[in-house]
């Protein structure tokens, strides 16, 4: 399911969420890195996150059930 929500993420917001969680680059590296401004960075994170949240929440993923 994760793999499928990811797959519905623009290839920036994509991108800039694999740094963050999985690479663990902070949020300077990642705007020194792909060139985009630092506040740019956070809204991409802060977006990911709300879209992966809802749209794992329609495709019924226990995970989410309880916080709803």
């Known amino acids: 399911n994760l ?8 290839n920036d ?3 800039v969420l694999e740094l963050y969680f999985i ?14 401004p630092l506040g740019t960075v956070k809204t991409r ?4 996150l709300i879209e992966l949240r809802n749209c794992l929440r329609k495709m019924d993923t226990p995970l989410f059930q309880a916080n709803t």
Do not use: M
Not at 3 to 10: P, Q
Not at 45 to 48: P, S, T
């Open 3 to 10: 793999t499928h929500a990811l797959g519905t993420l623009s």
């Open 13 to 15: 917001v994509r991108n």
């Open 23 to 36: 690479k663990g680059h902070s949020h300077g590296d990642i705007a020194r890195d792909t060139g985009v």
């Open 45 to 48: 994170i802060r977006r990911g």
